[in-house]
């Protein structure tokens, strides 16, 4: 069996710093922006900061080593435009978003894209338009 085609992933030095973020501020959660005032910017909240509704897709979840994975979320109607792409949350040198809990670390996190592979969108059930 294989394993479930995943739509979310984190790099090494984004785990890093999320794992930092944690023992300042408890569980994590992220929802990637629309745009907008923070562009497209992953945007990290402590958990129970930004509620999430029946208008947002759980892309999935990221493992960074702790007891609990952090869950990834998007709008539905940006969903439908991203649910062919692979997203990875990484991390670089500058100053994030105020809303987001990295910003005074001098690093933002940021998405890293790519097209799911044919394989990938066939185990999605993503065939013909869907």
């Known amino acids: ?12 030095e984004a785990a890093a ?17 629309g745009g907008c005032c923070d562009g497209s910017s992953p945007m990290c909240y402590p958990v129970g900061m930004f509620l999430t509704g029946p208008g947002d897709v759980l892309l999935g979840t990221i493992d960074v080593g702790l007891d609990d994975a952090i869950e990834v979320y998007m709008s539905e109607s940006q969903f439908e435009y991203w649910k062919h792409t692979h997203l990875t949350i990484d991390v670089v040198d500058g100053r ?7 910003a005074p670390t001098g690093k933002r996190f940021l998405i890293r894209s790519r ?16």
Do not use: C, I, K, N
């Open 115 to 130: 097209l799911l592979s044919d394989e990938e969108v066939r185990e999605l059930g993503l065939l013909d338009g869907a």
């Open 1 to 12: 069996m294989t394993d479930p085609v995943e739509r979310v992933a984190v790099s090494g």
């Open 96 to 102: 994030g978003s105020g809303f987001s809990v990295e």
């Open 17 to 33: 710093l999320l794992r930092t973020l944690t023992a300042q501020h408890g569980r994590l959660m992220f929802h990637q922006s």
